[in-house]
């Protein structure tokens, strides 16, 4: 995966969380928190490194619908 896929897959990961990462930033600013929240994706790649967070992410990204053998 390339750096684009993954920051495009990032975003779109943001973009599906946004509400309720918005109710959970207005929480900790009503709790008195000092500092934004970092995002999920930007902590992953600390933690576990570049590469690791990448197929991990890919790896939870919705990638369609798959046929299956269930009705």
Do not use: F, Y
């Amino acid at each position: 995966m390339n750096e684009a896929t993954m920051e495009a897959a990032a975003l779109n990961l943001h973009e599906r969380s946004r509400g309720p990462e918005l109710l959970l930033q207005h929480c900790l600013w009503i709790a008195g928190a000092d500092e934004p929240r970092v995002p999920a994706a930007v902590r992953l790649e600390q933690k576990l490194g570049r590469q690791l967070s990448e197929l991990l992410l890919q790896a939870l990204a919705p990638q369609g619908r798959r046929g299956t053998s269930s009705p």
